[in-house]
């Protein structure tokens, strides 16, 4: 039995491989794919460095290449191309081109011996499909099946977040969208990942109280205190109000820290119940708090570094620029540090949750 068991591991296990290995050699030969002219820069030549201080006092570099490529794909293909690229020493908006990058671009003069062109961008797709069949390799060198299953619910997961963003084009209230999608996140990756049992589903139960107890607590606090201080700048380009969006955020946001939480407590309680059947309530729930205790703060900060690190390079724009530091973090930080806080209390309230749910199914499951 355990021979054909193996057997299929093995034979899933190559097979994943021979999926990823095609999916790499794939992207890096898919150039008749495109409809865009592609070209593989085969020489560089660095033409121009210039020295240049802006209005604000800022110095900067500014370099121009000269780069020779050949046409990989479409009516030109084999044929040598030159183009022109510039690019400063910040990169913020530019990019320093090598040999053997593989680059988007418009021919300008098709009748020439000579071919010129316009760069339009970098192809990048390789990049994504080696990072993409990495982490695959990873979960499931970790996870075994249940990376596996973990990772048929994130896909499933983006098909239907797709989805909701359809529906949500459609004029469908967002938060309530969100809402119903949250359950359904919970509810199959939970079951996937735990199995049926009594763990996944005290797991779920607290997952989804804690998460939409601090949904509740954050629309509570937002409506007593008439939003004060809440920066909605970054979102003044949308069309629906600002503070709906901002509330299906701070569901889906906190999801995963909450999930997280319970599904730790939840399954060491099971862990412990399974390994000393006869340990007492007592010494349950002082071991579940301690765990508690022990990845509260690690959470927490996960969910504060997560928010705020993406806000930095506008941060240091601001700054650079020499606006105050009061007004640069209130106009930028406000959402994320809401959203870290709310999230914060999200994993408090779900430790406690979890552990006496835990304890409650325990002891009727012992009663019956």
Do not use: W
């Not at 034979?11 to 592609?38: H, P």
């Not at 110095?59 to 030109?76: A, E, M, S, W």
């Amino acid at each position: 039995m355990k021979h054909v068991k193996y057997k299929k591991q093995i034979i899933l296990y190559l097979l994943l491989g021979l999926f990823c290995l095609f999916s790499i050699l794939f992207v890096n030969n898919n150039y008749a794919y495109y409809k865009e002219t592609l070209v593989k820069i085969t020489k560089v030549q660095l033409l121009e460095e210039e020295k240049t201080t802006d209005y604000y006092g800022n110095k900067d570099i500014t370099y121009t290449q000269l780069l020779t490529g050949k046409i990989v794909n479409g009516d030109f293909i084999g044929k040598e191309v030159e183009l022109k690229n510039q690019y400063t020493y910040s990169g913020a908006a530019d990019n320093e081109y090598k040999v053997g990058d593989k680059l988007f671009i418009s021919l300008d003069n098709q009748d020439k011996a000579q071919l010129t062109g316009t760069i339009k961008g970098l192809k990048r797709d390789h990049y994504l499909v080696l990072m993409a069949v990495l982490f695959i390799v990873f979960i499931i060198a970790v996870g075994k099946r249940k990376g596996l299953y973990s990772l048929l619910t994130l896909l499933f997961n983006i098909v239907l977040f797709s989805f909701v963003m359809d529906l949500y084009r459609k004029g469908i209230n967002l938060l309530f969208i969100c809402s119903v999608v949250v359950i359904i996140f919970t509810v199959l990756s939970l079951l996937l990942v735990s199995g049926y049992n009594r763990k996944t589903f005290t797991a779920i139960l607290s997952t989804l109280l804690g998460t939409f107890i601090t949904l509740l607590i954050a629309y509570t606090v937002m409506k007593l205190t008439n939003e004060k201080g809440v920066r909605y700048e970054e979102m003044q380009f949308l069309t629906r109000p600002p503070h709906e969006i901002f509330m299906a955020e701070i569901l889906v946001g906190c999801l995963g820290a909450v999930m997280d939480v319970a599904i730790t407590i939840s399954s060491s309680i099971h862990e412990l119940c399974e390994k000393s059947p006869d340990i007492s309530t007592k010494a349950l729930k002082e071991s579940g708090m301690e765990i508690g205790k022990d990845i509260m703060g690690t959470m927490a900060n996960v969910l504060f570094f997560a928010y705020v690190s993406g806000t930095i390079p506008i941060l240091l724009v601001y700054l650079r620029n020499s606006y105050q530091v009061g007004y640069t973090f209130s106009i930028n930080l406000s959402l994320e540090l809401i959203r870290a806080l709310t999230g914060g209390i999200g994993i408090v309230l779900t430790i406690p949750i979890s552990l006496y749910l835990s304890l409650f199914i325990r002891q009727r499951f012992l009663k019956t």
